[in-house]
């Protein structure tokens, strides 16, 4: 960049020093003039050097495949992402120029074990990149922390909430909220006919962490119960969405934030706020999620008041939305593979006779079709860009390439996930992939729905949970059938993925109390 800027320093103190001399003059229309004239000679000047240096060989991803003009602009990423289909981009792009590619300006994408390994691995992960410096709200948060050490300390307090004696505490209200789901799956049905799970599952997994978190203080009525008519669920993904498309122009970020109308999409954030303030106003009513970060033990760490409201909107988008999003994507695959649903059920009615009572339901960790389920439908149904990793000072090397300082790496997460090198028949919904002799088996593959590394998801545990407790729940107390005009493959194509996966297509079905043989 150094060649830039040697570049436009003449141009500028010229101009500042020309108007200087006009303004003494008191000439101002040749000031005005002068000033035109400078503005279009340095915006030519961006618009012909920049592009020209960024496909030169002077710029340090000279050698990197990848179309012109992604090497020149973040316009067209920012475009895909403003779409959704980032992650179908990508893969293409991989398609073409092969397991490493130039996808920005400053940017690579890597399609490898190795890459994962380098850039997410625990000993040698990078930082998060600047893409993370979208922080809005006052205090300091998990999710934008982005060095390691930072990352680590905050990390220590939410571990808390998910070590294995916590998770087990939630299990009665996860229950309780799977029950709700029941009676709002069957009296939708009876009052419409049908119900739409693109929009009920995400309302139970918003009132679900409502309950395990935030002891049913964030919000009242429950979003099943209400209908969410202040969008809740909506503004959650459309806060994701502007922020995923603000990453690629991340200069702008605060800015953009200023721009009249923009204020209204973010309403989320005041969401957050007041549930942050109705918990500490009111307290916790079981040892629920976030009372673990009080912790009393002055040998344990805790966190700020203040930075509550941050955490909380972290904990409502990335444990909530991912819950919703994955609970449609799974009850979806069962619904177009009749042979997995079947087999999930039989195993269950092996597991329990008739509906499970609630003690029994934590006896799902070793079952392993459900399991398996779960798994392969996490697989395909987080079609997650990457996750934007920052190169250090000191350069590195990435599957055996070099990379310069201050560039920014990632794996493309639903590339590699359907990456026929990686997963045989990719594209083919096969829970058998994850079974092992019978057992379920996570590590023949590496899913990277949770990310991997000291930057995963420290909640994945409790998804899982939840996610048994669901399915193992509705699919021995109801019988689903998808309603006349079901078609898998519009369904399918219909989903989007800005940092949380969305749906452009309803999935209605219609439920009825299981008729057991």
């Known amino acids: 960049m150094g060649l830039l800027t040697g570049g436009a320093a003449p141009l500028t103190t010229s101009f500042l020093a020309a108007s200087a001399l006009a303004a003494w003059k008191g000439d101002l229309t040749n000031l005005s003039k002068l000033a035109s ?44 992402t403003l779409r959704g289909i980032t992650h179908l981009k990508v893969r293409e792009l991989h398609d073409k120029y092969g397991r490493t590619v130039q996808t920005g300006p400053n940017s690579v994408s890597f399609l490898s074990p190795a890459s994962i390994s380098t850039i997410y691995g625990s000993a040698t992960a990078l930082d998060k990149a600047s893409a993370y410096d979208i922080q809005h709200m006052d205090g300091a948060g998990l999710f934008f922390m982005k060095d390691k050490a930072t990352h680590a300390r905050r990390r220590r307090i939410w571990n808390r909430s998910f070590s294995d004696n916590a998770i087990a505490g939630y299990h009665d209200e996860v229950v309780q909220c799977v029950e709700h789901l029941i009676r709002c799956l069957l009296k939708r049905t009876a ?86 303030e109705s918990w500490l106003r009111n307290g916790p009513s079981f040892a629920d999620g976030i009372s673990h970060w009080f912790d009393t033990d002055p040998s344990q760490p805790k966190l700020e008041a203040a930075d509550l409201p941050i955490e909380a909107e972290t904990l409502l988008i990335g444990g909530a939305d991912t819950i919703g999003g994955v609970s449609v994507s799974v009850v979806f695959q069962l619904l177009a593979n009749p042979k997995w649903l079947a087999a999930l059920r039989k195993e269950l009615d092996e597991q329990f006779e008739g509906p499970p009572a609630g003690h029994q339901l934590r006896d799902l960790d070793d079952l392993p079709i459900i399991n398996a389920v779960l798994q392969e439908s996490l697989r395909l149904g987080a079609p997650l860009p990457g996750l934007p990793r920052l190169v250090p000072e000191s350069g590195t090397v990435i599957d055996g390439n070099f990379l310069p300082a201050g560039t920014f790496v990632s794996v493309p997460i639903g ?74 493959a519009k369904f399918w194509a219909g989903v989007r993925n800005r940092r949380t996966t969305t749906f452009t297509e309803p999935l209605w079905v219609k439920v009825t109390p299981r008729a057991r043989k």
């Not at 961006?46 to 990197?64: D, I, Q």
Request: aromatic content about 14%; proline content about 8%; charged content about 20%.
């Open 415 to 488: 590339a590699y996930h359907v990456d026929e090198e990686y997963f045989p028949d990719p594209h083919v919904f096969d829970p058998s992939r994850w079974i092992d002799e019978g057992r379920f088996a996570p590590s023949k593959h590496l899913l990277l729905a949770f990310s991997a590394g000291p930057f995963n998801c420290v909640g994945q545990k409790l998804v899982f949970m939840q996610l048994r407790i669901m399915l193992a729940m509705v699919l021995t107390q109801l019988d689903i059938t998808p309603t006349a005009g079901f078609d898998a």
């Open 191 to 276: 009052d419409n006919g049908k119900v739409d799970l693109v929009k009920l599952l995400p309302q139970y997994s918003f009132d679900s962490l409502n309950s395990v978190f935030f002891s049913g203080h964030a919000f009242s009525p429950s979003l099943m119960d209400s209908d969410d008519p202040k969008r809740i669920v909506a503004q959650a993904a459309e806060f994701f969405a502007i922020s995923e498309s603000l990453t690629h122009i991340e200069p702008l970020f605060h800015m953009t934030m200023k721009i009249p109308g923009i204020g209204a999409l973010l309403e989320f954030e005041k969401i957050s706020i007041r549930s942050a």
């Open 37 to 80: 004239y400078s503005a279009a000679t340095v915006s030519g000047m961006f618009l012909v050097v920049l592009p020209a240096y960024r496909l030169s060989p002077f710029h340090g991803l000279y050698e990197y495949p990848g179309p012109l003009l992604h090497k020149i602009s973040e316009l067209p990423m920012l475009y895909y």
